[in-house]
């Protein structure tokens, strides 16, 4: 399947990657939003990785992830971790998360 035009995928209303897919956050991620500190699990010491020391997503009785509001739009968008800032509107990933939540593709 080829890659859609970002421009054709409004993220206003939808939230699907924020609860479809695994989130973690790099300790420069939580240097930059300190409530990553607070609202994420922190990963073992012998488990983190360059990218993951703290999961955002998922985790026990939370059903998106904890910066997602109720407006589906992200409630710490400037400072978000770097992979929410690679994730690309329209891209198969984002495709797979509508799907996954229900949410149709866009019109061409």
Known sequence: MAESHSMDYD?????????SFPIFASKTDAEREHRI?????????????????????PLPFLEKCPFLGDNQLCRIYSKRPDVCRRFSPGSSQCIEARRRQGISQPEN
């Open 37 to 57: 500190h607070t609202e994420s699990r922190h990963i073992e010491a012998h488990l983190r990785t360059e990218n993951e020391a703290y999961q955002l997503f």
């Open 11 to 19: 993220c206003t209303n939808c939230g699907a990657c924020c609860r």
